[in-house]
């Protein structure tokens, strides 16, 4: 499948990749934080743990030629590029991929909370 399309929902804070064949997968803000291609989450053979994203969005999508993206969050990370080959991985692994960072993160006794909770003014 070839990637055509990406859209990204603010207040939802979650990401459609839209498919040439029709297919629409969606990805949330705090999935694609968790699982980062940056050498920062990825390590260098270990994966780092990243936990208490649940509330994290995407504040900006750059394109990177025709192959990708780097989406920059709004907790500041920014160094991960993410390929669409590697997007369509991500949406075709989603449910295996997440439990088992819920699983990490049960192991770890952390959790996807934000550390603080911080309230909108008004």
Known sequence: ????????????????????DGTLKVLSAEFLRVHSPSAEVRGHGKPKLVANKRDVAISIINPVGHYGVK??????????????R????LADEQE????????RLKAANASRESLINIRPLG
């Open 1 to 20: 499948m070839t990637l055509r399309t990406l859209h990204y929902h603010r207040q939802r804070r979650l990401l459609d990749l839209v498919f040439t």
């Open 71 to 84: 989406l920059i969050f709004d907790d500041g990370h920014n160094t991960g590029l993410y390929h669409f």
């Open 86 to 89: 590697y997007l369509c991985q």
């Open 96 to 103: 295996v991929l997440w439990q088992r960072y819920l699983a």
